[in-house]
Each structure stands twice: as structure tokens, then as C-alpha cells.
């Protein structure tokens, strides 16, 4: 079974519209994360998640929304794409026992190209 | 500002070489110290994780070890086959913002000639 699932693998859309990327664990973590890999392969985290509640927001444009409906699920919603926001985008999950230290788990990604 | 750097970005080997990618870290206030692989069009592979307080971790023919005080990690991978060929990323989490955030590395990408 697969840990960390990502749907869609490939999105190509074009500019202006909105789409959504989803993500479920089935690890039992309690949290879990969006991360943003651009054309150089430079990882970079977007969103964290702790038991459906937003942690960390990283200056991303606020066309970008997550939503966690339960902790087991984070997706992403882009409104009015861009150019600019192609890329590989990687959720994670990871078990945060009262502290750092636990080790994260990735989905395959979603490879978002815009048009 | 935690910051992490892989050296080299890139490497080339014959197969059946041992060979050893680098990774520093500013902040040596870390929990552990993360490697994972790339597939070319893939998502990440955890490696291996070592605690803050162990100095070495090994899983087959990967070793990855850690000096905190120096901000170091190297990955050593022996007897490198063909199927080892990938992007290697080191990653930390940082311990202010207390979620686990990652701070990766740009990767070294390995190849390993037959």
C-alpha cells in the first residue's frame, strides 16, 4: 500500500484557471506538508498541517489554499494559475511525537505544467 | 536562517566504486539529518535518518554519518551499481518553527557508469 498518495501524477492546464491536487497518508500521522520542487530541483516547503490545523504558511500567494478536511488528507487549491507556478509540487507526511525528530515520508509528486 | 549546502552538485563514477556526497548545514542546533533519493520524474525515497545524537546510521550498502558540531552529514555508498544513479537530497528540520519543516539541500545528482 502506498504511504503517501498524490493525485493527479501530471496536470497541464492553462493560465487562469483553477485546479486542485490531492494528497492522502495512510500512515496515521499527525501532520503533513506541501512542498514546492522549481526547475532547478530546489525543495522548498509551502504549507504544514498539524491535525487539520494550518502551521506553517510560507509567503506563498494566497491563490494557493489548502485544505485538510481530516488528518489524513491535505490538498492543494490554486486559483488564477501562472506561468511561474510550474513546478513539481510534493506532499508530505510525517509523526511528530511532542517534538522534531520524526522522519518524513513523500509522496511521488505532482508535476504541474502551466500553459 | 538555517541553510544547507550539497557538494558536489554533480558525480560521475564507474560501477564498483565506493564514493562519499557531502552535506553542511549552518545551524548545528538540528534533531536529525535526513537523506533521501531522487528518481529522475519520481518523488523522494527516504534513506536514512539519523538522530541528533547518533553519529552513524547504515542500511546496506549506505552509511550515512553526522558531526553536529562541525555541521556535517556524508553519505557513503559502496560497491556504486548502475541502479544507484539518482539525486541524492540531504534535508533538517528546523527547530524554530517546531513542526518539522525540512530545509533541503539542492541535491547531488549521481550517475554510475557500467
Known amino acids: 500500500d502506498t504511504a503517501v498518495s498524490q493525485t493527479p501524477k501530471y496536470l497541464v492546464t492553462q493560465m487562469g484557471n483553477d485546479k486542485s491536487i490531492k494528497c492522502e497518508q495512510n500512515?496515521?500521522?499527525?501532520?503533513m506538508y506541501w512542498y514546492k520542487q522549481d526547475s532547478k530541483k530546489f525543495l522548498k516547503i509551502m504549507f504544514s498541517?498539524?491535525?487539520?490545523?494550518?502551521?506553517i504558511n510560507e509567503t506563498v500567494p494566497n491563490r494557493f489554499s489548502p485544505k485538510s478536511p481530516d488528518k489524513a488528507h491535505l490538498n492543494l487549491h490554486i486559483n488564477s494559475l501562472e506561468l511561474g507556478d510550474s513546478a513539481v509540487y510534493f506532499c508530505?507526511?510525517?509523526?511528530?511525537?511532542?517534538?522534531?525528530?520524526?522522519?518524513?515520508?513523500f509522496g511521488q509528486g505532482t508535476r504541474l505544467t502551466v500553459v | 536562517k538555517q541553510e544547507v549546502t550539497q557538494i558536489p552538485a554533480a558525480l560521475s563514477v564507474p560501477e564498483g566504486e565506493n564514493l562519499v556526497l557531502n552535506c553542511s548545514f549552518t545551524?548545528?542546533?538540528?534533531?536529525?539529518l535526513q537523506w533521501f533519493r531522487q528518481d529522475p520524474g519520481k518523488g523522494l525515497t527516504s534513506l536514512l535518518l539519523?538522530?541528533?545524537?547518533?553519529r552513524e546510521q547504515t542500511s546496506g550498502r549506505l552509511n550515512a554519518s553526522l558531526d553536529k558540531s562541525s555541521g556535517r552529514s556524508t553519505l557513503y555508498i559502496a560497491a556504486s551499481q548502475p541502479g544507484d544513479s539518482a539525486t541524492y537530497l540531504c534535508?533538517?528540520?528546523?527547530?524554530?518553527?517546531?513542526?518539522?519543516?525540512?530545509?533541503f539541500g539542492q541535491g547531488t545528482t549521481l550517475q554510475v557508469k557500467p
Open positions: 498541517y498539524n491535525n487539520k490545523e494550518l502551521i
Open positions: 534535508a533538517v528540520p528546523t527547530i524554530s518553527s517546531n513542526t518539522g519543516k525540512l530545509i
Open positions: 545551524d548545528s542546533a538540528i534533531y536529525n
Open positions: 539519523i538522530q541528533s545524537s547518533q
Open positions: 508530505a507526511s510525517s509523526q511528530e511525537p511532542g517534538g522534531l525528530g520524526a522522519e518524513a515520508f
Open positions: 500512515l496515521g500521522h499527525d501532520t
